[in-house]
Structure formats: structure tokens, C-alpha cells
């Protein structure tokens, strides 16, 4: 089986972790990504002033790219890609005069957009054409005993044109996790907002952010978070030395993202995992809980 | 937040600033009957001068300078929580973004984010996806 991956910009950089454990497990489910020949960045906000056309000529010149590789949708694993890519797809979906203007000004291309790529996320691509079930004949290492906090913050969930799944309590990742092995931990802030790009510029928000998040998931037991989107990976996993500066006695708690877990328990070697990357080392839960 | 008095009337100056705000949002301020579900869940209220369920307010009352002068039009982050609990149907994300683009694109161009002021390792440090998302809805 094939199916044409969309990286975005953070899979390639800080978050590559996130790339190969994503490639790396989905060869283990059979599932041959391709990566989407001369795909550009997502543009990473959908721009909430339908005014603002310009803003989508980006996510849908990926649109035509996936038309050029001669498919009909494709796959992502970054949470905010996706959100950016699905939102300008429907928008111009419904409304011609825009997708018009985006097909002038994409004028030299060779392949007019027609409304006609739909756009996944990994995990409902696991979900519904994998099968969670099926997905657990995969697993060669059980994540026995692993507390797991799934956290989705805004962009899997909101709005509810590119929810897969229940906006308030969603439990797509908890299924997967379950799948895995592991024991998912309800907690009280998983579709709470990280504050994303405030990281730039008020990391004191941030601080605060992360202590009430990760603090909720510490208070149910968890042994760790996982995630699907890079900006909160990095705000949640990076910024936990502000948020302990903040609140001394806030607990630091690795955070991995879910194809990270799916790479462990499908065997796959360090390089497929690159825990490396992490900021908060996650061998010790791990070792802890023989995983390791 | 500071106390202030608007007299409302007929050929009130706001009443273009209203206009505009209703037509980059596409929402009827005026649905508002300010049950305040939106504030009440909002994750960045504690840092807010103004509450989401005020700012919808002081728009509908064309108090553009006061809105212009609040805090919370960048705090918001687009995290969409008050749309999705909204009674009224009303997109308050968009609202504010709709703001924010009042000042992002007037002659002054008034950007919120200096992100060359930040030391090289700060800005090293973070990834593309914050960078470029923060440039997108703070600068112009």
C-alpha cells in the first residue's frame, strides 16, 4: 500500500523525531509513504478573515503537487499542518471565486486545483483504513503498564469541520494507545490550548500553559504525554524549565509523540525513535515500566 | 480594567469601525447577549486585560481605540474553544482576529511581535512551526 506523506517544515528540523518515527512505523504496517515531491510549508495558520485569499494559495499549491504525484489525497502527522491544509481545502471547496483567484495567480502550473484532494491525518488514516485492531497484531513489544496522557489541544479537534473525532472528549488517541498496549490516563486539560506561537514572544505564558497542562496529566499518574503536534511538543517538552520556574513544584514528565510510541512497540531500533531530540529524557519511565 | 464612558447615539463615530469589524469577521456582533460562556473558557483569560465576552461588547459599541489598546487582542491565540461553546453561533476567534487586522493593515502597520529584538539563541531555538505561525498573526 502507498500513500503520499506530507512532512510540513518542523518534521525536517527540530521535530524530525516525529518524520522517522512516523515512516519507520508505518513500514511496519506495511503502508509505503511517499513523500509529496516539491511540497511547500502549510503556511501554519489558517487566516480567520475569509477576505484573506492569499493566505491559502500556499496549503493549496500542496493540493496540486499531490494532483502532479497522480493521487487523491494524502497524509499528514503534524496537527497544525493538517488543520491549515484540510480549512483552506474546504474553504475553497466552497467557494469558487476564491479557488478561481488561487488557480490565476498558480497560473504557471500545469495542474488547475479543482477542489478534487481530500487531506488526512495519520491518525484517523490509522483509525479507519488500518483498523486499531489490526493495528495490534503489529505489536511486537507491548507497552504493559506505560500510563500514557493524550493530548490534542486545539488543532485535531477545532473546528468542527476537520474534527475526527468529539471536539470536548475525543479518544482516538486513547484507542490507538490502548492498541499499543499501554493504559491511557483521563485528564483534564488534553483539548486545552498550549499557547502556541506565544512561545516566541510571552514565554511566561507559556510557563503557565504548561505547568496547568502537564500538571493535570502529572495529578491522573501519568508516566508520560504524547502529542501530534510539533509547536505543542516543543512548548510542552522545552518549556518545562520555565514552567518550574514558575511553579516550584511542578514535576517534569517526558513528552513523545504518538508515532513515537507506535515505534516502540512495533520494535523498531533508537534510530526510528531519536529520543535525542527530547528535551525531557524519557528512558527512565521507560526503564522503569521494562520498556527499555 | 479601566472604567470608561461611551454616550451612544445615532451618528456615533464608531459606527464605521463596527462595520468593518462585522465584515472582515462575517459575524452579527449584535447576537451577543453576553451569557460570557465564551471568557468563562477561554485558556488565556488569565492573562487578558479584556475578557473575550468585553471585547465583543466594546465592538458592537464601536470602541475602537479602547480595543485597540487591549492586551488581550494578541493574547488570543485562535484556539477556538469560545467559537465551538458559543450558544449564539458567533466565530468571537474571528472577531478578534478581524481587530487585530485593523491595525495590521492600516498605514501605521502596527506589528506586535519584534522578533529580531529577540537574542539569536532564542530565536535558534525555536522551530520553524512557532516562528512562522507568530509572524502570520502578530505581524503584517
Known amino acids: 500500500m502507498k500513500l503520499v506523506y506530507y512532512p510540513g517544515c518542523t518534521l525536517k528540523n527540530h521535530a524530525s523525531n516525529f518524520d522517522v518515527s512516523t515512516v519507520s512505523s508505518m513500514a511496519k504496517l506495511d503502508v509505503e509513504v511517499e513523500e509529496l515531491d516539491r511540497w511547500n510549508c502549510c503556511g501554519t495558520v489558517h487566516a480567520l478573515d475569509s477576505g484573506n485569499v492569499m493566505n491559502r494559495v500556499a496549503p493549496i499549491t500542496n493540493m496540486v503537487r499531490v494532483k502532479e504525484a497522480q493521487a487523491s489525497e494524502f497524509m499528514t502527522g503534524c496537527a497544525m499542518c493538517y488543520n491549515t491544509l484540510k480549512r483552506a481545502n474546504i474553504d475553497v471547496k466552497a467557494r469558487a471565486d476564491a479557488l478561481d483567484t488561487i488557480n490565476d495567480f498558480l497560473s504557471l502550473e500545469k495542474i488547475k486545483y479543482e477542489g478534487d484532494v481530500e487531506v488526512l491525518h495519520l491518525l484517523e488514516y490509522l483509525r479507519d483504513r488500518i483498523g486499531f485492531d489490526n493495528l495490534a497484531k503489529k505489536v511486537t513489544r507491548p507497552l504493559k503498564g506505560l500510563r500514557v496522557a493524550c493530548y490534542y489541544g486545539c488543532l485535531l479537534v477545532r473546528p468542527k469541520e476537520v474534527a475526527f473525532d468529539d471536539s470536548e472528549n475525543p479518544m482516538i488517541m486513547e484507542n490507538l494507545v490502548r492498541a499499543l498496549g499501554a493504559t491511557p490516563v483521563d485528564f483534564s486539560h488534553k483539548t486545552e490550548c498550549c499557547g502556541a506561537y506565544h512561545t516566541v514572544d510571552k514565554p511566561e505564558v507559556i510557563a503557565d500553559r504548561t505547568d496547568r497542562i502537564m500538571g493535570s496529566a502529572w495529578e491522573e499518574k501519568a508516566d508520560l504525554v504524547v502529542v501530534s503536534c510539533p509547536l505543542c511538543a516543543f512548548n510542552l517538552d522545552f518549556r518545562q524549565d520555565d514552567a518550574k520556574r514558575f511553579n516550584s513544584g511542578f514535576q517534569n514528565m517526558p513528552v513523545l509523540y504518538f508515532t513515537q510510541l507506535m515505534a516502540l512497540a512495533f520494535g523498531c531500533d533508537e534510530s526510528a525513535l531519536r529520543f535525542d531530540l527530547q528535551h525531557i529524557d524519557p528512558l527512565p519511565v521507560l526503564k522503569a515500566r521494562g520498556l527499555s | ?140
Request: charged share 20%; glycine share 6%; net charge positive.
Open chain 2, 1 to 140: 480594567m479601566n472604567t470608561s464612558t461611551l454616550r451612544i447615539n445615532q451618528s456615533h463615530a464608531g459606527k464605521s469601525f463596527v462595520a468593518s469589524i462585522e465584515k472582515i469577521s462575517g459575524q452579527n456582533l449584535l447576537a451577543c447577549y453576553q451569557c460570557g460562556k465564551c471568557s468563562a473558557g477561554c485558556p488565556m483569560a488569565a492573562h487578558m486585560d479584556v475578557l473575550p465576552n468585553q471585547i465583543i461588547r466594546m465592538a458592537q459599541l464601536g470602541m475602537q481605540k479602547q480595543l485597540h489598546a487591549a492586551g488581550s487582542i494578541w493574547m488570543c491565540v485562535s484556539c477556538l474553544t469560545c467559537n465551538a461553546r458559543c450558544p449564539k453561533g458567533i466565530k468571537i476567534a474571528e472577531v478578534i482576529e478581524s481587530v487585530r487586522i485593523t491595525m495590521l493593515r492600516n498605514n501605521r502597520r502596527e506589528d506586535n511581535l519584534g522578533i529580531m529584538k529577540l537574542p539569536p539563541d532564542a530565536r535558534s531555538e525555536l522551530p520553524p512551526i512557532a516562528t512562522i505561525s507568530a509572524l502570520r498573526k502578530l505581524a503584517s
